[in-house]
């Protein structure tokens, strides 16, 4: 069975600072992929970031990026130049597997 | 191209009623997966279906059951409802193929907020 924990279920951080949200996982399998999604108050979850596990590069997206720590097995989500419109709810997830996700709420 | 769409978007039930609830996935997406969002659970997935084949499910009893039709479009019913299924109901669509690779993306719906009384 695969596994998925975010273990911070709230956060918050100022405006244009840093913040790092963290995922664990468990797996069995040496081919995956790993996700982040925003759910932000409208409900209408998106895709952030993925990586594929055969990649050693970690991901990025503009002000996203993440740390994938294969052997570790943990999958972190850091938002630079944190902006208002990025407080939601961060869900990490594996195939179709997610975690319980983190509140993130961005400060003026 | 348009969005997932699931329908309604709130539903108020009683407790022993059954519910369906509606997702149309993007165009070309043959995929189809569903969630039940709680705020102490997050998102559990409940099943994904395939070219109308259930091909993953989740850990639920059987009261939640669902299909797909030949044009993708999928349904949820959960019959003999418990004040516990009250949660938003997430679908969500893919460009899965025949073997999943699970790298696709999932494109989600707005979801449909039931409500047991």
């Known amino acids: 069975a695969q596994t998925v ?4 279920p709230e956060m918050s951080v100022q405006e244009a600072e840093t913040v790092t949200l963290s995922c664990t996982y468990d797996t069995s399998e040496n081919n995956y992929y790993l996700f982040w ?3 932000p108050p ?4 998106i895709l952030v970031i993925r990586q594929e ?4 590069q970690n991901a990025t997206e503009n002000r996203f990026s993440v740390n994938f720590q294969k052997a570790a097995k943990s999958f972190s989500l850091k938002i630079s130049d944190s902006q208002l419109g990025d407080t939601a709810m961060y869900f990490c997830a594996l195939k179709l597997t997610f975690g319980k996700g983190t509140l993130l709420t961005v400060n003026p | 191209k348009a969005g997932v769409t699931q329908t309604p978007r709130y539903l108020i039930k009683t407790r022993g009623q059954q ?9 070309g997406h043959r995929s189809v997966s569903w969630y039940q969002q709680t705020p102490g659970q ?10 109308e084949t259930q091909r993953n499910k989740g850990n639920f009893p059987g009261r939640f059951s669902g299909r797909q039709f030949s044009n993708s479009r999928s349904e949820m019913n959960v019959s003999t409802l418990e ?3 009250s949660a938003l109901y997430l679908c969500a ?3 899965s193929t025949g073997t999943p690779n699970r790298g696709e993306k999932l494109f989600f719906g707005s979801g449909t907020q039931l409500s047991v009384l």
């Open chain 2, 93 to 95: 669509s893919s460009q």
């Open chain 1, 5 to 8: 924990t975010q273990s911070q």
């Open chain 2, 19 to 27: 519910v369906t609830l509606s997702c149309s996935p993007i165009s």
């Open chain 2, 42 to 51: 997050g998102l559990q997935f409940l099943f994904e279906y395939f070219s």
């Open chain 2, 83 to 85: 004040l516990g299924d």
């Open chain 1, 42 to 45: 409208s409900r209408q979850m």
């Open chain 1, 37 to 39: 999604y925003k759910q």
């Open chain 1, 53 to 56: 596990a055969y990649k050693q």
